[in-house]
């Protein structure tokens, strides 16, 4: 779990996506996807939050390759495949 | 319904890096060598049982039992942790 101090230093977004369950959130709740990645993951069939998860899951969630497929699979920019593998990686570490 | 032991420890527990012990060995040799792996292949398939069931049979040749067994230990992990 994360302290108060791991907690200042995120982003609203962040810090109101780990601050429960992920449930059958959106996947445009994920921290890093814009509205815009995330109607390409839409229409990719990643509609929702767990996908993601679960991609960056078969991954072992190994950042880089689930950064370097987010962008060349989803058209994502380098920063919203580093946000939104950061906060899959943190989303792991609190309820995994 | 009676769950089995080990049905019982693996909801019990967060999912994180322990070995997957169903169908362990051949998951293993096919790169799903912890249960968040194939958590991630479950979510992936949108959490629906029968492509997770072919899949498990078709990666691994688990028979319908097996696979039942394994698909029956997930929702309720991740209702848990999800």
Known sequence: TLGIKEMDHMSPRLRAFLSEPIGEKDVCWVDGISHELAINLVTKGIN?????????????????EFQRWLICCCGATECEAQQSSNCLKEWCACFL | MTTSQKHRDFVA????????????????ERGFD?????????????????????????????????????????????????
């Open chain 1, 48 to 64: 929702k939050a767990y996908i993601l998860l679960g991609q960056f899951l078969l991954m072992h969630k190994n950042e880089a």
């Open chain 2, 13 to 28: 527990e967060p999912m994180g890096e322990e070995p997957v012990g169903i169908l362990g060995k051949k998951l293993e």
């Open chain 2, 34 to 82: 912890k249960a968040c792996v194939v958590l991630g292949q479950f979510l992936v398939l949108k959490k629906d049982e029968d492509p997770f069931q072919e899949w498990l049979k078709h990666t691994c040749g688990a028979n319908a039992k097996q696979s039942q067994d394994c698909f029956g230990c997930l929702p309720e992990g991740c209702d848990a942790f999800l």
